[in-house]
């Protein structure tokens, strides 16, 4: 027999099998021809014969197909991310929703997880209990936006609309990160409860004042969150909570300081308003958030003088200070103990006469004598203990917030989640506009003195003679219109107070660009369409 192989001992192609072993050798040399029939035999001799599992099998025989594979791999990964976000229970929903999407083909790979966490977060919208989209993308370990164009895909997909689709639920969310977080796991629940009341009531607020309109809410969730902690002395990290739920903590910060604008401005209607700051503002809290809390409880028709007017009643706040029970307590400076106020208080408030038969008390000087000694003793024991401790002497008659612990009541709606249009008809003693908004007509207010200025410069340049000093704009007229602030230098700065924005006006206006249309701020637009000419084909 021959065959296109050699023989390796004498290069000769004629062989010969064997009858007893079936092996194959060289006719010429007689040399057994190695691996020409290798069997394999597991278990011995004489023992049964093996199957060899390759790459891709069950080890029986048989072999998984791709779309097996693939559905194996795709169900595990739902199962995970699912059991990382803690929606174990939503897990076959989910799953029911990518099936839909894929057409039941599902798939693998990293756009794959994506498309897992976009349908976990649209299952959560349409409950009512949306997850945060930074933890899904935590979790997923995708970019943001990447995460929020599938969930764009998703919901045009799906069809979903209100009240199928109903907005983010920031309460939700405080409810949940408040419930959650680790910062607060050693506080006691009756103060996490107030807290949780406390940050109801002030989330609403700041939907009302538009501090959530077109923004992140995790960032409003943080802020609010320090704020109810500062208010309940409940020592807790800006940083430690805006990691948690996977927030910027300049921004944070940035929705911190506009929440504690507002609160000024609602304390200008206190009697000491006007000596309120963003420095102070959170010692002064209660009583804005009091103030607040009583607003919102009026109804619509009904009118109260202390509530209406820009001022202040001090009824409530006089007959706290003066109560038996009034744990109050102020510095040493004005010799003052907790316990002062009971001296003007009678036996029964039914027996109090009325201001004006104050001159008719009959008191005998022996009382007064009693009291006047009492007094006494009380105040050398005030002093005798405020001796050891100088802190309470550089006290300057403040209202400690520990020892002010019944300012909050919760009897108001807003202390439950309200819906948006029951919110909006809620009075907290401050309606505003959006900050975004009034941001931008500051902008076009100070674009449009720019356009002043910018023709008063080419007038000169291009008629020198008939610019007279009415051409002549105040230097200061832009820094007026930048929120009360001076405006910077910027690196740009051409010359004197001019920069390359007041140059690329000059240029749109010498190219007949309408006013209105530079107002807007789309420089890089106009130039395209008026000066480079990019739009023409």
């Known amino acids: 027999m021959s065959t296109s192989r050699i023989c390796s001992n004498c290069s000769k192609s004629s062989f010969t099998r064997d009858d007893v072993t079936g092996n194959l ?46 559905l194996f791999t795709a169900q595990n990964s739902i199962e995970e991310l699912t059991y990382t976000l803690g929606l174990t229970s939503k897990h076959v929903e989910i799953k029911t929703m990518i099936s839909a999407i894929t057409e039941g083909e599902f798939g693998q790979g990293k756009w794959f997880q994506v498309l897992i966490g976009a349908c976990a977060y649209v299952v959560m919208r349409k409950d009512d209990r949306p997850l945060p989209m930074a933890e899904i993308a935590s979790a997923v370990g995708c970019d943001l936006y990447e995460l929020g164009k599938m969930i764009m895909r998703v919901v045009d997909f799906l069809g979903l609309k209100r009240p199928d689709f109903p907005e983010f639920d920031i309460v939700h969310s405080f409810e949940r990160t408040l419930k959650n977080s680790q910062c607060f796991s050693a506080v006691e629940r009756s103060v996490v409860d107030r807290m949780r009341k406390q940050g109801i009531f002030l989330i609403q607020c700041a939907v009302k004042w538009f501090l959530s309109t077109g923004r992140r809410p995790l960032p409003l969730v943080v802020a609010i969150l320090v704020l109810v902690a500062e208010l309940n002395q409940v020592d807790v990290l800006m940083e430690d909570l805006a990691k948690e739920v996977h927030a910027v903590v300049s921004t944070c910060r ?90 003007f208080l009678l036996e029964n408030n039914s027996d109090r006469p009325d201001i004006r038969n104050v001159d008719t008390l009959q008191i005998s000087p022996e009382c007064l004598s009693m009291m006047y000694d009492k007094f006494l003793n009380e105040v050398r024991c005030v002093k005798s203990s405020g001796s050891s401790g100088k802190a309470q002497e550089r006290e300057s008659l403040r209202l400690d917030l ?48 720019r356009i002043k200025a910018a023709k008063a ?39 004197g107070d001019v920069d390359w924005e007041d140059l690329i006006i000059e240029t749109l206006i010498l190219h007949k660009v309408k006013e209105k249309e530079i107002e807007k ?10 000066v480079f000419k990019s739009g023409i084909v």
């Open 25 to 70: 050798m060289c006719s010429s040399c007689g040399l057994l021809q190695e691996f020409d029939q290798f069997d394999a035999q597991i278990g011995g001799i004489s023992g049964t014969q093996g199957t060899f599992v390759h790459v891709g099998t069950t080890g029986t025989g048989t072999f998984y197909t791709y779309e097996q594979r693939k």
């Open 254 to 343: 940035t929705r911190y300081r506009e929440l504690l604008e507002k609160l000024v401005e609602v304390a200008q209607v206190l009697p000491w308003g006007k000596d309120i700051t963003i420095k102070n503002v959170v010692n002064n809290a209660p009583f804005v958030i009091q103030y607040m809390e009583k607003k919102s409880m009026l109804k619509p028709c009904e009118k109260r003088k202390n509530l209406d007017k820009p001022g202040f009643d001090l009824t409530d706040v006089v007959s706290d200070c003066l109560r038996q029970d009034d744990v109050y307590k102020y510095g040493t400076v004005g010799g003052t103990s907790q316990k002062d106020s009971q001296y």
């Open 521 to 530: 701020g789309y420089y890089n637009t106009l130039l395209d369409l008026h």
């Open 457 to 495: 410069r080419i007038k000169r340049i291009t008629h020198p003679l008939d610019a007279g000093l009415g051409d002549t704009l105040n230097p200061n007229i832009l820094d007026d219109t930048c929120f009360g602030r001076k405006r910077k230098k910027r690196r740009g700065t051409v010359a």
């Open 402 to 449: 520990e020892d002010c612990r019944e300012w909050w009541s919760g009897k108001s709606e807003l202390s439950k989640k309200l819906l948006l249009k029951q919110l909006l008809e809620k009075d907290v003693g401050l309606d505003t506009m959006p900050p975004s908004f009034v941001a931008g007509q500051m902008k076009c207010k100070t674009r449009r003195e």
